[in-house]
């Protein structure tokens, strides 16, 4: 099994990280077929064979996501996609 941590600052209030943080949600589950939901400031996200999470803290978005045996092969295109949505949204502050 693939794990994948991503840490990315912010500078944006709660209310806008969380914002952010669906934005990114949507985005990936648009371009991985993912489920996802909010528990408290965690968004969990899944499907077959991928397990994440996304956890808002006040300057910080930390995304761990954790690729089963098939997925594993495509761990360093999705490390690279996902690094790159949440600089895009979270450093856009």
Known sequence: MADINIVQEHTLTPKKARDAAQKVAEKLAEEFDLAYEWEGDV???????????????????????????????????????????????????
């Open 43 to 93: 968004l969990r996200f899944e499907r077959s064979g991928v397990n994440g999470t996304l956890t808002l803290t006040k300057h910080k978005a930390e995304m761990s996501i954790k690729l089963g045996f098939l997925f594993g092969a495509f761990a360093p295109v999705i490390q690279s996609k996902a690094s790159e949505k949440m600089a895009k949204i979270f450093g856009a502050a």
